[in-house]
């Protein structure tokens, strides 16, 4: 499943080989300025807002893709069964308004996100 990372000055999305099929698309990528607030959500079904774009949903399982909504367009990577979501909100002109990926260390994701951040900004956390 896909795996919320830094790497270097970017945030990616890693997706699996099967969600990239799935999506026709590879990896996201964003640029770490481009990154407002990283915050974590107990409640998954809460990130899901506007109707489906390009995505694969099994109810109750899986939300992976593109959701549309009046202020532009999410990324989520969201599986019921993980205990939270990472959820990371983006600066007007971004690609995405939103990415939320679930996570069983979405505490330490979200650390590592905001660190990676920090660093960039010249802010020590």
Known sequence: MARLR????????RLAWWEKV??????VRVALS???RVTV?????????GR???????????SLGTWRHRDGEDFLALRP????????????GAPF?????????????ASEVESAV?????ISH
Do not use: F, K, M, Y
Request: proline share 6%; charged share 35%; glycine share 8%.
């Open 118 to 122: 920090g660093r960039r900004r010249g």
């Open 52 to 62: 489906r774009g390009r995505c694969v949903v099994v109810p109750g399982r899986l």
């Open 34 to 36: 481009a990154v407002e």
């Open 97 to 109: 308004t939103r990415i939320a990926v679930s996570s069983r260390h979405a505490g330490e994701t």
């Open 6 to 13: 830094t790497d270097g000055e970017r945030l990616v999305v």
């Open 81 to 92: 069964e993980d205990p939270a979501v990472v959820c990371v909100d983006l600066r007007p």
């Open 22 to 27: 799935a999506l026709r698309r590879r990896n």
């Open 41 to 49: 959500q107990p409640d998954w079904w809460r990130l899901l807002r």
